[in-house]
Every structure is written in structure tokens, then in C-alpha cells.
Antibody, heavy 122, light 109 residues
Framework: QVQLVESGGGVVPPGRSLRLSCATS????????MHWVRQAPGKGLEWVAV????????YFTDSVQGRFTISRDNSKRTLYLEMGSLTAEDTAVYYC???????????????WGQGAPVTVSS | EIELTQSPGILSLSPGERATLSCRASQSVSSRSFAWYQQKPGQAPRLLIYAASTRATGIPDRFSGSGSGTDFTLTISRLEPEDFAVYYC??????????FGQGTKLDIK
């Protein structure tokens, strides 16, 4: 069955960096675009970033543009989110999610990881 | 960026009742690019409805979606105890960013 497992969350001081990973299994990783979605404590869902199935296209929400990088290692079936210049506003649970439809079609998110908590605090 | 506004913010109903949740977009959204999710405390969101009206795999038929353009609705025909949760709408149209509504909390009355 499809599994998405995030790791790398934790407590980090403001201004520092952190890398999240999302290890996947149970599907053809190279066929699907992958997303990061975050949820601040007690708040709603916020889409953060996407990387296309082939890694050639990447998009970010405005608030993280220039600070966050998304990448994928198809040989390891793993998605990454490199977060830089972190602020308290980046404190959230970060979910990785997979498109339902393959090959970059605009698609809903059918599979989600369990989430990785990130706290930015001194 | 397309903004999605959900109403009401909190909906208090009893098991067996019918729930109607609304989501309004700041500009027209393709019906092919609209979804509803359910989230329970401590859990990841779960896809309920996509393409505005298509139930995801394994979703009971008491859940239905409708709407087009800027107005979309999620209806739960008869509430079961496990349906009390937070519901989010999402648009995933032709350009980024994808956006979510702020959520509707469905409370037990």
C-alpha cells in the first residue's frame, strides 16, 4: 500500500535551517508530482510547495519563496524540503502529499504522510 | 491567488441530521479542480470529494459534493458520530498557488 513517512522535524532557532524528508513506498514515485502542505498550531491547511514528477518544475507559496527549496531523489523514492531563514511563522506540522493523478495533471491530494512537527523558537 | 471562504466556521448538529457546508471562491474555479477534505484531531487530512462531486475511494455515499464557478457545497446526508471533524475545501486549478479554505468545524450538538 502507499506510504509517505516524513522525518527531520524538530525545534530550531530563528534564522537557522532545517531539512525535512518524505520517504515513500507502494507506488511508482517517478510518475507523480509531490507537495508539501503545512498547518500552524490550531490553524488551517496551507499549501507550501510542489515538485513535478520529473523534478523539472517547482513552485512555492509566496511566503517561503527564496527561503525554501523542494527536491526529490528518485533513486531513494524520497521528497525533501530544505527550509532556510526560519521564523516563528514557519512553526507548523509539515505534511507531504501525493497527487492522485500521474504526470503533472492538476490533481487533488489522495495520499498524505503523518506530518513532521517543526517549531522555530530560541 | 484564489481565496476560498468557508461557512459557517462552526456547525453544531446532532447525529442523524443533515449537514451543509459551503465554500465560496474569490474567482471562478474549474469544477475539475475542486476538492473537499476531512481532518480529525492529530490526523492528516483525508480526501473526501474531488472534481467537485466525485467521491474518493472508500468514502460513504452519505457524503456528496456539488457546485460550480465560485460556489461549492459539501453535504453529509445523515451524520454519523465519526463525521464530526474539520472540513476543508481546496482548489487546484491551472496555476499555483493551490489554496485551501479556512475550515468548517462540525461539532456534536
Amino acid at each position: 500500500q502507499v506510504q509517505l513517512v516524513e522525518s527531520g522535524g524538530g525545534v530550531v532557532p530563528p534564522g537557522r535551517s532545517l531539512r525535512l524528508s518524505c520517504a515513500t513506498s507502494g507506488f511508482t514515485f517517478t510518475s507523480y508530482s509531490m507537495h508539501w502542505v503545512r498547518q500552524a498550531p490550531g490553524k488551517g491547511l496551507e499549501w507550501v510547495a510542489v515538485i513535478s514528477f520529473d523534478g523539472n518544475n517547482k513552485y512555492f507559496t509566496d511566503s517561503v519563496q527564496g527561503r525554501f527549496t523542494i527536491s526529490r531523489d528518485n533513486s531513494k523514492r524520497t521528497l525533501y524540503l530544505e527550509m532556510g531563514s526560519l521564523t516563528a511563522e514557519d512553526t507548523a506540522v509539515y505534511y507531504c502529499a501525493r497527487d492522485q493523478a500521474p504526470y503533472g495533471s492538476n490533481s487533488e491530494f489522495v495520499f498524505w504522510g503523518q506530518g513532521a512537527p517543526v517549531t522555530v523558537s530560541s | 491567488e484564489i481565496e476560498l471562504t468557508q461557512s459557517p466556521g462552526i456547525l453544531s448538529l446532532s447525529p442523524g441530521e443533515r449537514a451543509t457546508l459551503s465554500c465560496r471562491a474569490s474567482q471562478s474555479v474549474s469544477s475539475r479542480s475542486f476538492a473537499w477534505y476531512q481532518q480529525k484531531p492529530g490526523q492528516a487530512p483525508r480526501l473526501l470529494i474531488y472534481a467537485a462531486s466525485t467521491r474518493a475511494t472508500g468514502i460513504p455515499d452519505r457524503f456528496s459534493g456539488s457546485g460550480s464557478g465560485t460556489d461549492f457545497t459539501l453535504t453529509i446526508s445523515r451524520l454519523e458520530p465519526e463525521d464530526f471533524a474539520v472540513y476543508y475545501c481546496q482548489q487546484y486549478g491551472s496555476s499555483f498557488p493551490y489554496t485551501f479554505g479556512q475550515g468548517t468545524k462540525l461539532d456534536i450538538k
